[in-house]
């Protein structure tokens, strides 16, 4: 069975630290996604990385950067967290064509205080 | 020119009844529209895809119908439970683009 998984479910910071959100999958996978979820919005995309050490931004991508030094693995990293990056985050992995089955992790919902 | 409008943004349906949401897209290049569905705590889990090829596919009681020349397609949920009450994702992609394009969900409640 293919499987995201991320670090943690919950999360709660202060205004102005660091936080890395951690995702892996087990499906050996080309591309990876993050995405932040917010109601009316839908899913936005803040980076993608189609291999090891190569990232792209996406819509959204200000406040953040990402690390992908394995292939297994992509992190997300907002450099000093601000309260209106309070939202639902999500990664997915996917094969190379875009027309395949993204798979998606079950979220890590991040509160900025 | 990448996006895809979904709509309603929310919608209320009688357990037996049919759910239908609606996307548009503008990028005639998209050949591949793919619904995902996720239930609350969870990620978007895929559901059901299409390719331009085909007007319609079903499968259970989910159908998508596909629109070309309007550039539209839909997803309807036959006799709708309250177990499919989720929130639904329409998509976008394209063969050597990587990024999946989405639409900005519905969320569908199925009462008893």
């Known amino acids: 069975d293919v499987k995201v998984t991320q670090s943690s479910r919950y999360l709660v910071k202060r205004t102005g630290e660091k936080v890395f959100l951690e995702c892996v999958q087990d499906m050996d996978h080309e591309n990876m996604f993050w995405y932040r979820q917010d109601p009316g919005l839908g899913l936005r995309l803040i980076y993608f990385?189609?291999?090891?050490?190569?990232?792209e931004k996406g819509d959204i991508p200000e406040g953040y950067s990402v690390s992908r030094e394995k292939k297994e693995r992509f992190s997300l990293i907002l450099e000093s967290a601000s309260t209106n990056q309070t939202s639902m985050y999500l990664c997915a992995s996917r094969e190379w064509d875009a027309r395949k089955t993204q798979y998606f992790g079950p979220g890590t919902r991040l509160l900025v205080l | 020119q990448q996006q895809v409008k979904q709509s309603p943004q929310s919608l209320i349906v009688q357990k037996g009844g049919i759910s239908i949401i609606n996307c548009a897209y503008e990028n005639t290049a998209f050949d591949y529209f793919p619904w995902y569905q996720q239930f609350p705590g969870k990620g978007p889990a895929l559901l059901i895809a299409i390719r331009p090829d085909v007007s319609e596919k079903k499968e259970g009681r989910f159908t998508i119908s596909f629109n070309k020349s309007a550039k539209q397609f839909s997803l309807h949920i036959m006799d709708s439970q309250p177990g499919d009450s989720a929130t639904y994702f329409c998509a976008a992609g394209m063969k050597g683009y990587q990024k999946v394009t989405f639409g900005t969900g519905t969320k569908l409640q199925v009462i008893p």
């Open positions: 990385s189609y291999d090891v050490k190569m990232k």
